[in-house]
């Protein structure tokens, strides 16, 4: 079943949303099968066998310019990047940042709790900022913030059944972004993805935003 996928109104600001169920075929897409970056939903669903295509896809998470994974990556059950703390690579250095791991749920973990706790993903990207933290904002996100962008990310249920994608229509900032996942979609966290190279695919919609290659992409992958 393809993800439910809309647009609402947030602060005065357009948004579109797509949630799935931890039932659904989500997963995560780096390389194809000759080890080269796919970076294009095009390219996924020209990798997939003939009876399936992408439903709903996003890019998550940052990348080096080589479009490598900055932090965990999982990938069918293998890590094909390790956990990191965040260092110096931007929004991911914003820390606290986390994870988004797949598997009979859906959640997002705080990196630091990720690593104490070691759950098992068949699926993880590792992204940052955290926008919400156990219902509480990140700290260092200002009401008043400056950088807009076009940004995407996803927040999770309590109980781990339902995931909700995010990107804005328009540029925002992070404080007016992360109130979305708290406020309007009362999610408890929330994991930023990126910005300014932020697209989403929709096949219900006949949406397909185009842009430079991206590294990680997730998606749900329904029959034809």
Known sequence: MNPTCGDVIWLDQSFTICETSASADLRLFHTDSNGDVMGHFSTINNELP????LGFAM???????DYSPVGLYVED???KSPLASGGGFGNFGLTPNGVFCISDTLN???TNDFRES??????????????VIDGALHPRLLPN???????NGVGT????????????NERVNF?????????HLELPNALYFDGKVSRMYDSERGRSDFGFSVGAIVGTVIDK
């Open 145 to 151: 913030g400056t950088s807009r962008y076009i940004r």
């Open 50 to 53: 003939d009876d399936e295509t």
């Open 118 to 131: 070691t759950p098992s993903c068949d699926y993880a990207t590792q992204s940052g900022p955290m926008l």
């Open 108 to 110: 997002v973990i705080e």
């Open 175 to 183: 404080h007016d972004f992360a109130t979305l996942f708290r406020d």
């Open 157 to 168: 249920s309590a109980d781990g059944m339902r995931a909700v994608f995010a990107i804005s």
């Open 59 to 65: 890019n998550a998470g940052m990348y080096h310019d």
């Open 77 to 79: 059950g293998t890590v």
